[in-house]
């Protein structure tokens, strides 16, 4: 739990999947980390085996899902690392550590940072590969 729910993964099953006649227990999970409207998640009761299926479907809206043929994406290469250090390296930080209030100081330093960043690594709109999909889970059961 510690690792899913800070990177926004939520359970989607809420109660016990293993009941007996002395006790319930709540051992098959799926994780979710999107925000939809259109979901049903649920418990299939069946005798199959001891403990019951789960199940989560997500309707997809009834607007035609264009693909996308572009994609925006960073080149993160040792020489824009180098630069990026550089940069960092540069900057005078003493106006940040001389704020008084910690997060005006921290808005300040969060913008430099995010400047530079950007700087170094600039997004560059590439077409996508139709051959090629993305692993990126969004997906996890257990």
């Known amino acids: 739990m510690n690792g899913l729910l800070p990177r926004g993964f939520l359970p989607v099953i809420h ?22 409207k259109n979901t049903l998640s649920g418990i299939i009761l069946t005798d199959v085996a001891d403990h019951f299926g789960i199940f989560h479907i997500i309707h997809e809206s009834s607007k035609a899902i264009k693909k996308q043929q572009f994609t925006t994406t960073r080149k993160i290469t040792e020489i ?7 940069m960092l390296n ?33 997004l560059s709109k590439v077409r996508t590969n139709k051959r090629y999909m993305k692993r990126e889970p969004w997906l996890i059961f257990f």
């Open 15 to 36: 109660k016990p999947t293993r009941v007996s006649h002395s006790s319930s227990t709540f051992i098959d999970h799926i994780y979710y980390n999107k925000v939809c």
């Open 80 to 86: 824009n690392i180098t630069r990026f250090k550089q």
């Open 90 to 122: 540069e900057i005078d930080f003493s106006e940040i550590l001389n704020t008084e209030c910690p997060n005006v100081a921290y808005d300040k330093f969060t913008l430099t940072f995010k400047d530079a960043f950007n700087s170094a690594f600039p």
